[in-house]
């Protein structure tokens, strides 16, 4: 589904009104980016590929659709997300780039193999590697939309195009984690109790957050924005069992999972808001009079009685949604149960450590309540 998105939207030649060439070339640098991220084991190839997703992001979130479907209020919010992340973007950066300098002077190396041996001469931990990775980790927090991090989320996500908007959600998002996941196996970080348990807080923050406030959302990209959050939430979690074959088994699981049904979901929304502005799919008149929103895309009201207008998509749409939200049967539902199972069956637990099993469940038990709290206050 999203590819075939993405083909249409390259159809520059039967569609006058697309996005114009270097769009797609920086869509595929923000991709060259990622994959560099994902294989890097040294700080500069890390900082070269956080670099070039974060370079072409900048003008990918400022570009709108040219032509007269444009309105001056989308090149507004376009312009205003491109600024609002080059800001927060740029001290996130600061502060890796500070950490990655410490991480240096305790170990003086860069190299993730060097700095693990290097450091396990030492008979404790340096403070100044303990508040290097410190920094490292909240700038990766920022580019994860962790909890309290995330403020910059919706409204990033709201005022971006939505083919960037999928890319920040899915490419971007999912590029860190296994850079991530690769630097703590390596670093051995997972003997650091505390900043797993910093990880696990801010994990269990995200699902509470991010799911409550998506049912408070009228705007179907700030609701994906606060689905985006918790479910980065639900990864973390994966993420601090990850110095395992299972861990890492639960990782990509979930990962797959979530890049699936966020790309799937956004590249539905962004063909309804297609069909809108080439009219061949629009509100009836009837419900005009009772809502002025019915014929916006990317608001809730526009989504009541879509299966009537367009079964299909309504259909994927319900199916996207409805595993995002981890109802059983569905791919989301099967990756969260999949994190608790593999979390409960390690054999390598400790009886002082078994606490995280508990603390799993009660992070999935609290998220699941105040969604369903919320959605019942909701309707």
């Keep these: 589904m999203g590819y075939n998105y993405l083909k249409i939207r390259c159809n520059l ?30 700080f500069a190839t890390f900082f070269l590929g956080i670099e070039l997703v974060s370079l072409a992001l900048y003008p990918l979130l400022g570009f709108v659709v040219t032509g ?14 491109a600024f609002k992340y080059l800001i927060l973007s740029a ?31 030492l008979s404790q931990t340096s403070a100044l590697f303990a508040t290097g990775v410190t920094l490292l980790v909240i700038s990766i927090a920022f580019k994860l939309s962790l909890v309290p991090f995330h403020i910059w989320t919706p409204d990033v996500f ?62 179907v990209k700030r609701l994906l924005a606060y689905s ?13 069992i990850g110095n395992s074959s299972f ?12 890049v699936i049904t966020t790309l799937g979901a956004f590249a539905i929304v ?6 809108v502005e080439a009219g061949q799919l629009a509100n009836s008149k009837k419900m005009n009079e009772f809502t002025s929103n019915a014929n916006d895309p990317y608001h809730r009201d526009f989504y009541k009685g879509l299966l009537w207008r367009s079964p299909w998509l309504s259909i994927c749409l319900a199916l996207m949604l409805l595993s995002l939200a981890g109802i059983p049967l569905t791919i989301g539902f099967i990756g969260k149960f999949y994190i608790f199972y593999r979390r409960c069956r390690r054999k ?32």
Excluded at 270 to 275: F, P, V
């Design 13 to 42: 030649d039967t569609n006058p009104d697309s996005y114009p060439e270097e769009f797609y070339i920086l869509l595929l640098l923000s991709i060259l980016g990622a994959a560099t991220l994902v294989f890097s084991s040294h």
């Design 68 to 81: 007269n479907l444009c309105s001056k209020k989308e090149q507004v919010n376009s312009l205003e997300s």
């Design 91 to 121: 001290l996130s950066t600061a502060l890796g780039l500070f950490g990655i300098a410490l991480i240096y002077a305790a170990s003086g190396a860069l190299d993730f193999g060097s700095i693990a041996t290097r450091m396990q001469d």
């Design 158 to 219: 709201q005022g971006a195009p939505t083919p960037t908007t999928a890319l920040i959600a899915t490419v971007g998002k999912t590029a860190v984690i296994a850079f991530l996941l690769r630097f703590f196996n390596v670093l051995n970080l997972y003997q650091s109790p505390i900043l797993i348990d910093l990880l696990s807080i801010a994990a269990i923050a995200s699902m509470l957050i991010g799911n409550l406030l998506a049912l408070m959302q009228d705007d």
């Design 228 to 240: 985006s959050i918790g479910h980065i939430g639900y990864l973390i979690v994966a993420f601090i």
């Design 247 to 258: 861990g890492t088994e639960a990782v990509i699981y979930y990962m797959v999972a979530y």
């Design 270 to 275: 962004g063909l309804i808001a297609d069909s």
């Design 348 to 379: 390598d637990v400790d009886p002082s450590s078994r606490r995280g099993n508990w603390q799993c469940l009660r992070s999935f038990l609290l998220s699941s309540s105040a969604t369903y709290d919320g959605a019942k206050r909701r309707h």
